[in-house]
Nanobody, 127 residues
Framework: QVQLVESGGGLVQAGGSLRLSCAAS????????MGWFRQAPGKEREFVAV????????YYADSVKDRFTISRDNAKNTVDLQMNSLKPEDTAVYYC????????????????????WGQGTQVTVSS
């Protein structure tokens, strides 16, 4: 069992930066791939970024590529999302999630592939 808690959301002007963090409990965190997803009002949850258990593989949605960076620290049980050059369309609730395929180097972009979810953190980008 993994419990996930996101933090770092807030209000920022367009062009600004935020760093989201996801803290995980459980000794098996380091063996799971981790993803970030987001959901804007009236829209479906969408994939943002993913990192494999060893951090050897990462993958990003086209909409955030070259602006967002996902990273993890397995010693601290955390996964972060550095968001730069934020745009109003990045406004959403951001969720971190854990993929229960242990020690997989695959990168999974579908929310159905993830077993554990945090409660979300709101990111609002003003124009």
């Amino acid at each position: 069992q993994v419990q996930l808690v996101e933090s770092g959301g807030g209000l920022v002007q367009a062009g600004g930066s935020l760093r989201l963090s996801c803290a995980a409990s459980g000794r098996t965190f380091s063996s799971y791939g981790m993803g970030w997803f987001r959901q804007a009002p009236g829209k479906e949850r969408e994939f943002v970024a993913v990192i494999s258990w060893s951090a050897s593989n990462t993958y990003y949605a086209d909409s955030v590529k070259d602006r967002f960076t996902i990273s993890r620290d397995n010693a601290k049980n955390t996964v972060d999302l550095q968001m730069n050059s934020l745009k109003p369309e990045d406004t959403a609730v951001y969720y971190c999630a854990a993929n229960s395929r242990r020690y997989s180097s695959g990168v999974y972009t579908s929310s159905s592939e993830y077993t554990y979810w945090g409660q979300g953190t709101q990111v609002t980008v003003s124009s």
